[in-house]
């Protein structure tokens, strides 16, 4: 699967592990975030953005984002339509996010996990499918609400 994967200063040691994981787990990761080798303070919101219009523009199925907190980057990715994004901190919310919501994007804190923690959670999360069932009617309510409040605000 192709899986994006972005991160602003604070993320960016673990989004290297994580693309490395990925890749040896046999999916493709494609790298939106600060490169590991910089020292520069960037704004999170604007990497949040470069992975949420892949998402939402249908180039990726899944993406991972990677902050701080991870709170950040899911406030933002979650303004684009299409995205259903989820912090992600413990197994049960990594399971849900995925199985109940369909979330196509995970957001985890750099600041908040540990490596070994956090490759536990994006296996678990990347390996859960969508339940499906009930929970269909469900994320097809949001698609509808987001439909409506992108279109009455002139968005598409």
Known sequence: MRIGIASDHAGKELKTLIVDFLKTAGHEPVDFGVDAHSDKSVDYPDYAAILAREISSGKLERAIAICGTGIGMCITANKFPGVRAASVWDEFSARMSRAHNDAN????????????????????????????????????????????????????
């Open 105 to 156: 994007v995970m957001c985890i804190g750099a600041r908040v996990l540990n490596e070994y923690r956090a490759m536990d959670l994006v296996k678990l999360w990347v390996d859960t499918p969508f339940a499906g069932d009930r929970h269909i009617q469900r994320v097809n309510k949001i698609k509808e609400l987001e439909k409506k409040n992108f279109a009455a605000r002139g968005h598409t």
